[in-house]
């Protein structure tokens, strides 16, 4: 099996589980929502103030789906006892990687359909008003978060602490890529020119070379330990 037909293989599998389960996909879009409706109540979003918070609540939002999405990545092969059997299956270890990334990517993004005009709502906000550069932001923080909470997901799959885990390895190493996300998506929200905010677009970008290159590289080695 090639390398990106195997990609295909085990995101599709991923997604076909939970399309038919929706549990991870209502959890998170649940939480998430509670989250922003926190938000709302914590602060009087006027106007002017929910300019100010739209953007960390947002990627708050964001953080609270993704960690509940990569804790369960490699639940089902651990819970149906085949994750060894995965691993010894004749294919490169770093499709399963890939695979199990693109199937995060696409449960974060299908989450942030619910999470973004929750947030409009309540911080009363149109955090979307600049579409494509915010859709640009968003779909770089995303993958670099999913990047790094996939490879944690495989390495703390086996351990009896992984929910607690997972969060605190994951978030101080993708911090600089989400730092620049909330930073573009602030600016995006208060009219910041695009000349000031591709300072940021380039250093997320770059984390999320680093991020996906990291894994390709150490994958192998950091799930057989």
Request: charged share 15%; net charge negative.
């Amino acid at each position: 099996m090639g390398f990106f037909q195997s990609i295909y293989v085990i995101a599709g599998k991923d997604i076909a589980l939970e399309m038919r389960g929706k549990e991870i996909i209502t959890t998170s879009v649940f939480f998430s929502m509670l989250t922003i409706l926190v938000f709302g109540f914590a602060f009087d979003l006027a106007h002017a103030q929910g300019q100010q918070f739209a953007a960390g609540g947002l990627w708050v939002a964001i953080l609270f789906s993704g960690a509940l999405t990569m804790n369960r990545s490699f639940m089902h092969e651990k819970e149906n006892d085949c994750l060894s059997a995965l691993m010894l299956a004749p294919l490169d270890r770093s499709a399963i990687y890939f695979g199990k990334m693109g199937a995060n990517l696409i449960l974060m993004l299908a989450a942030e359909l619910f999470i973004v005009p929750a947030s409009i709502v309540i911080f009363n906000v149109d955090v979307m008003e600049r579409f494509l550069p915010q859709m640009a932001a968003l779909f770089l923080g995303t993958l670099g978060f999913t990047a790094v909470g996939t490879l944690v997901a495989a390495m703390s799959v086996n351990l009896r602490v992984r929910e607690m885990l997972g969060p605190l390895l994951t978030l101080p190493v993708v911090a600089p890529a989400l730092i620049a996300a909330v930073k573009i998506s602030g600016g995006l929200i208060n009219g910041d020119p695009m000349d000031e905010l591709w300072v940021w677009y380039q250093v997320l970008a770059v984390f999320d070379v680093i991020y996906l290159v990291a894994p390709w590289l150490l994958f192998e080695k950091l799930v057989d330990e």
